[in-house]
């Protein structure tokens, strides 16, 4: 996805992210999110995409400091991770925290350039900043294509919801409307698609299995 959208996206979301890694560390708010709670909560929604599939080899997109292989490892999964993020301090901090080897490995950029069993992303469609909604759109609709790509067998994605309360919204924030984004990934990628709203945050994760 070379073009003008993600051009113009990528640097400021780059950017953003890094003053966080280097605000906070490899914590939590390191990546934007609130706390550990949270945190561990969104990595479990994940889980449904793998279904116990626990040598299956996995590529996280917007992978921060690889908080989501040390998860999957505590959980009993073992396969191949590759990490990827378009900020270097937080492959340079992954790198640091979990190490490389044949089983995980850590890669600068934003259109992974190997295919995995499956593909997550967390986080990376929530801070839109100055950019215009419709426009983050069009990247956030670009991006689910590059994750459909890139796992062989499914995909998975969260992001901020419109049932959220409407007070409580942020205008450098994106919120989609469920309902749309469920209506998108069937119209795109079959019927084998699930969306969860039911884990306590103000947010959902899409689960997007392709046919065998």
């Known amino acids: 996805m070379k073009d003008a959208i993600a051009s113009s996206i990528l640097p400021e979301v780059a950017a953003y992210y890094a003053s966080k890694l280097d605000a906070h560390d490899s914590t939590p708010q390191g990546v934007d999110w609130n706390g550990p709670d949270s945190h561990e909560q969104r990595h479990r929604q994940f889980l449904h995409l793998l279904n116990g599939s626990r040598d299956a080899s996995v590529i996280d997109l917007g992978c921060g400091f690889g908080d989501f292989l040390r ?26 925290l979990h190490g490389e080897s044949d089983d995980r490995q850590w890669r600068i950029g934003s259109e992974p350039a190997e295919v ?3 593909a997550i992303a967390s ?25 459909a790509h890139a796992g062989r067998r499914g995909f998975a994605f ?8 409407p007070d409580r919204r942020r205008p450098n924030l994106y919120y989609a409307d469920p309902v749309d984004m469920l209506a998108h990934c069937l119209s795109r ?14 947010e959902f994760t899409v689960v997007v299995r392709h046919a065998e």
């Open 189 to 202: 990628f079959g019927r084998s698609v699930a969306l969860l709203q039911d884990y306590g945050l103000y």
């Open 123 to 147: 986080g990376i469609f929530n801070v839109k900043g100055e950019v215009p909604s419709d426009l983050w759109t069009r990247y956030v609709h670009q991006t689910i294509d590059i994750l």
């Open 116 to 118: 995995a069993d499956f």
């Open 71 to 96: 998860f999957l490892r505590v959980a009993g999964y073992r396969g191949r991770f590759i990490g990827y993020d378009v900020t270097p301090s937080m492959i340079e901090k992954a790198r640091e």
């Open 158 to 165: 969260n992001v901020l919801s419109m049932s959220s309360d």
